[in-house]
């Protein structure tokens, strides 16, 4: 064997200035996406917690309320015993017109404890978007 085919070139360059350039801005473009999608499914998550919790707050009260209205009507309707099933009939109507200003008022508080978190991303999003166009 010659000494040509024993030795191993390996060439190495690195990448000039402008290509350099380029290769940031490419990868700054990537990355404000990937912050971008970040603070956008946040902002979604945290518009879904305050709905959401307000919402099985009320129907929750709902539910009751209209279950315990049906037994009333079945106290009263089927068994014959009207006084408990009077009792239970107005028990379960107070859940079920308690359950709207009871949604309201969640809300409101959810909207209070995450609003400010909500608006920040919002505001980081909505300007960030508008440097870029």
Not at 90 to 115: D, E, H, S, W
């Amino acid at each position: 064997m010659s000494d040509r085919e024993e030795k191993f070139n390996y060439t190495y360059s690195a990448p000039t200035e402008r290509e350099r350039r380029e290769i940031e801005d490419i990868r700054r473009q990537y990355a404000q996406e990937d912050a971008c999608a970040d603070k956008l499914q946040r902002l979604r998550r945290l518009n879904a917690r305050v709905r959401n919790t307000a919402m099985c707050v009320a129907l929750s009260l709902g539910v009751a309320g209209v279950l315990l209205f049906g037994l009333g009507m079945s106290l009263t309707l089927v068994w014959e015993q009207f006084a408990a099933g009077i009792v239970f009939s107005a028990v379960g109507i107070v859940p079920m017109f308690l359950a709207n200003p009871v949604y309201n008022f969640v809300l409101k508080k959810c909207k209070a404890k995450y609003g400010k978190e909500i608006l920040r991303l919002s505001d980081e999003l909505l300007h960030g978007q508008s440097k870029d166009r």
